[in-house]
């Protein structure tokens, strides 16, 4: 079946510092793929996703690129803030609407 | 986009009880989505709920534990049925808006004692 992979956390970082948080995704067909964002005691945003293969996304200085030969979908920041502190799920749609999620991965910015 | 309301935003519930959690959409949507996101977990599908047909539950729910229901194209209702610790829980109500994103309301989360 359809799954995401996510790299544990808590990933720890400085302000300013550059950004890689690690998704793979197994599935059948071409899927869509999304970064959303879940900030502390509130429901989850779409931060970007991706339609097709070699499709960019950005919002907000995030980025990520949809690498079909991969099958990768890596969210990266160039400089990272404090207000960035969040946990980060990667997920998918394989047409059948619903959402398959990665595990998350916290981020913790410290000044 | 869509604006999602989900109430109650949290609760705490005795064992055996039962408890409804609403969700209200600020425009017509077909498709409507219940998750649940156990402590410290990712999100899980709990069912597909469209208008004027009966819920479609994934592995694992059942409707007699989760029974929805799905009165008109803004608003749903799931109910966690006799509920046990184990049922502690964010439970989010989301829908497919335009370009098929996902919109999610702020969850309900649910304590069991």
């Known amino acids: 079946g359809d799954s995401v992979t996510q790299m544990e956390g808590p990933v720890t970082l400085s302000e300013e510092a550059f950004l890689t948080i690690n998704c793979t995704y197994t599935a059948t067909g071409y899927p869509s793929l999304f970064w959303y964002v879940q900030y502390p005691g509130e429901g989850l945003q779409l931060l970007l996703k991706a339609t097709k293969a070699d499709d960019k996304g950005s919002n907000k200085g995030f980025e990520a690129t949809y690498r079909k030969e991969t099958t990768s979908f890596h969210l990266e920041k160039g400089s990272v803030q404090v207000s960035d502190s969040a946990v980060y799920f990667c997920a998918l749609d394989t047409g059948r609407r619903a959402l398959t999620f990665g595990s998350g991965t916290r981020l913790q910015v410290q000044p | 986009s869509a604006v999602i309301s989900q109430k109650p935003s949290r609760d705490i519930c005795q064992r055996g009880t039962s408890l409804t959690i609403q969700c209200q959409v600020d425009?017509?949507?077909?498709?409507m989505f219940w998750y649940r996101q156990q402590p410290g977990q990712s999100l899980t599908l709990i069912a597909t709920a469209n208008q004027g047909s009966e819920a479609t539950y994934e592995s694992g729910f059942v409707i007699d534990k989760f029974p929805i229901s799905r009165p008109n194209l803004t608003f749903s209702t799931l109910t966690v049925s006799n509920m046990s610790p184990e049922d502690s829980s964010i439970y989010l109500c989301?829908?497919?808006?335009?370009?098929?994103?996902?919109?999610f309301g702020a969850g309900t989360r649910l304590s069991v004692l």
């Open positions: 989301s829908v497919e808006g335009t370009g098929n994103i996902q919109y």
């Open positions: 425009s017509q949507v077909t498709m």
